[in-house]
């Protein structure tokens, strides 16, 4: 239960603006330290903060910082949302999660979702945006933005080096021995990275060993491929998959199958990763970048662009690492 800056300042006998001024940092609010110190304990104790709408109102902007992004089911993103939230919270920003529907039912349904999400953090006259995707109304309200993930000209962005995950992916399982890869998942600039990789390790990349779309649920799609892939005349021997999503669709399948991973097939999922946690789920050899350095990098450089708005646009790719948890082997030998 929380309550209001005037019913605070009724229980301690104060005034509402010196309750106002204590809560927002003043220096000088009129009471001792030690008068200040109690109000900011009561403060925490009845969950009283500051009304974000009215300060906006007043300042001309608030201590929210949006955070619009795909809707996601993995347990991993979660992880990184929470470190978001402690990041900008400790540099006195206020999360506001705004989210699109994941998969997209219709190019129309996904643009008005987006818009929305926007729209919902444009209302609360957010101090500054992270984005998981780029839109031309980022550039009409001229918001501090960094794009997560993607790029755009004229804005500041941190995204993966995809080029450098592929090639890490494929690496790990050539130099195995796998002469006959797969790729599974979305459609675009990580599945022709992946193919180009293949291609460039003189092993085979035709499309029967590529399965990518772009309107598609993970999960699901994965569970269909690999029965696909498996049936092939040259089935592969490694599969690597867009995230790890996309690994665990493929994990399912291969038990109801009567696979074992790595045994009968080996598996890498590409994406974020976390080197910190030592129980992942699905435990997969993943060949990513490390989602608490990204998710660092972003809230650090939308602090310095919400206090130096002329700075420069910068583009930071981060690298990617490979982390062995087991899921790939040589491959089995044919009989």
Not at 41 to 51: D, G, V
Not at 73 to 100: D, I, N, P, V
Not at 105 to 112: D, K, L, N, V, Y
Not at 245 to 272: D, K, N, Y
């Amino acid at each position: 239960m929380s309550i209001t800056i005037r019913e605070l300042a009724q229980q301690l006998g104060v005034s509402h603006s010196v309750v106002s001024s204590v809560l927002n940092g003043k220096n000088y609010c009129g009471v001792s330290e030690r008068r200040r110190q109690e109000i900011l304990i009561k403060a925490k104790e009845m969950n009283c903060q500051p009304h974000a709408p009215a300060r906006a109102l007043k300042n001309g902007r608030s201590d929210v910082v949006g955070i619009c992004m795909p809707a996601s089911s993995l347990t991993a993103y979660s992880a990184l949302l929470l470190s978001q939230q402690k990041m900008l919270m400790e540099q006195g920003y206020l999360s506001l999660f705004s989210f699109w529907q994941v998969p997209e039912i219709s190019p129309e349904i996904f643009r008005q979702e987006l818009q929305n999400a926007f729209k919902t953090v444009f209302s609360h006259q957010a101090a500054g945006i992270i984005a998981w995707y780029y839109d031309d109304c980022l550039k009409r309200e001229n918001i501090p933005t960094v794009l997560f993930g993607c790029s755009h000209e004229g804005f500041d962005s941190v995204a993966p080096d995809f080029v450098g995950q592929s090639r890490l992916a494929v690496d790990h399982l050539a130099g195995l021995g796998h002469r006959r890869l797969a790729y599974i998942g979305f459609k675009g600039v990580q599945e022709n990275m992946t193919r180009l990789a293949i291609r460039d390790r003189g092993l085979p990349a035709d499309d029967s060993c590529i399965c990518a779309d772009k309107n598609l649920d993970a999960f699901q799609f994965a569970g269909e491929m690999l029965p696909r892939l498996l049936a092939l005349p040259e089935p592969p021997t490694g599969i690597i998959c867009h995230n790890r999503e996309f690994a665990l669709g493929v994990i399912i399948e291969a038990g109801i199958l009567g696979l074992r991973i790595p045994e009968s097939l080996s598996l890498v999922s590409m994406g974020m990763n976390n080197r910190n946690s030592d129980r992942p789920y699905p435990a997969v050899t993943s060949a990513g970048t490390n989602g608490g350095d990204s998710i660092g990098l972003t809230v650090k450089r939308l602090i310095e662009r919400i206090r130096q708005p002329a700075l420069p646009a910068q583009s930071f790719l981060i690298a990617p690492e490979l982390i062995d948890r087991g899921s790939c082997a040589p491959p089995p030998k044919r009989k």
